[in-house]
C-alpha cells in the first residue's frame, strides 16, 4: 500500500489476522527481508512491514533522515490504520527508529524487540566511520553497498549464506543515493536511548549475536543488566534474520505471545 507523505510517499504492507505486529527494517534493507520470518507469524497475527524513509518503495524527504523522523512516519501509518496497541519489532536501524517511536509513543507498545540493535549513540569513533562511509558512498555507492552487506555476517558464514548476501545486495542496491546518505547522517546524529530499555513498562527483548561485526558484544549486554529485558544470544552475526532464522522464529512468537 502507498501513503502519502511530505511530498513523497511511504510504503507498507499488511497482511494476517490478530494480534498487530510492526516490523522496521535496517539500514540498506527494506520490507522484503521479513519474507522468510513473516509465515510463522502471520498464524495467528497481524503483520504490518514498512519501508523506512529512503529505503525499499518509500521516498525521501530530506538530506538528513532522523530516526525521529522514520518514528513519525511510521506513526503515521499507524494512524492510517487506526491501530491502538502493538509489538514493534526493529532490526539494526529499525531497532534505533523503534526506540525513538517508543520515546514518542509509548501508549501503543505492547512490546519491543531490538533485533541486531542498541539503545547506545554512536561513539566518536563511530561517527568519524559514518562520515567516512558518507564520502565512499558518494565515489562509488555499489561497491559501498556491497562490501556493506558481506561485512553484516560473521567471517565464518560468509561462504556458507553466499547465496542469501547476494540477494541481500540485489535487495539493498536498490536503496537510491540519497536514501543511503541520509540514513547514514540520521543514525550519526542520533541520541542516547538506553533509559528506555530501563524504565519503560512494556516487556523488552534483545537478540544479539556473540560475533556481531557492527555491534560490540558486551556493551549490549551491559545495556541489559538491572533491566526486565529479555536477552537473547546466537553465537552468529548481525543478520540473526538468515543466519539464525529458526531459532528466531521460534524466539519472537514467544515474546509476542508471553
Given at each position: ?43 495467528n497475527h497481524s503483520v504490518i512491514c ?209
Open positions: 500500500m502507498i501513503l502519502e507523505y511530505k511530498g513523497s510517499q511511504i510504503f507498507y504492507t499488511v497482511e494476517g489476522q490478530g494480534d498487530f505486529i510492526v516490523l522496521l527494517h535496517g539500514f540498506l534493507e527494506n520490507s522484503t527481508m521479513w519474507t522468510n520470518i513473516k509465515p510463522s507469524l502471520l498464524k514498512i519501508d523506512l524513509l529512503g529505503h525499499g518503495q518509500t521516498g525521501c524527504i530530506g538530506y538528513i533522515h532522523t530516526m525521529d523522523a522514520m518514528a513519525e512516519a511510521v506513526k503515521t501509518v499507524i494512524d492510517e490504520l487506526q491501530i491502538e496497541s502493538f509489538t514493534l519489532i526493529g532490526h539494526s536501524m529499525g531497532g534505533y527508529v523503534a526506540l525513538a517511536f517508543a520515546e514518542k509513543f509509548s501508549h501503543l507498545i505492547n512490546g519491543l524487540c531490538l533485533l541486531n540493535s542498541s539503545g547506545a549513540e554512536d561513539n566518536e569513533e563511530r561517527k568519524t566511520n559514518r562520515d567516512r562511509a558518507i564520502e565512499a558512498v558518494k565515489k562509488n555507492h555499489k561497491t559501498f553497498v556491497s562490501m556493506s552487506i558481506a561485512n553484516l555476517f560473521a567471517p565464518d558464514n560468509r561462504e556458507r549464506f553466499a547465496k542469501d548476501i547476494e540477494l541481500v545486495k540485489q535487495e539493498a542496491l536498490k536503496t537510491p543515493l540519497q536514501g543511503i546518505i541520509a540514513a547514514l547522517e540520521g543514525m550519526k546524529i542520533r541520541p542516547n536511548r538506553e533509559v528506555l530499555l530501563q524504565n519503560s513498562n512494556f516487556k523488552k527483548m534483545m537478540v544479539i549475536g556473540r560475533k556481531d561485526p557492527v555491534l560490540e558484544y558486551n556493551t549490549l549486554i551491559n545495556q541489559a543488566l538491572n533491566t526486565t529485558i529479555e536477552i537473547v544470544e546466537f553465537p552468529d552475526g548481525h543478520m540473526s534474520h538468515i543466519e539464525n532464522m529458526n531459532e528466531l522464529d521460534y524466539k519472537l512468537i514467544r515474546f509476542i505471545e508471553k
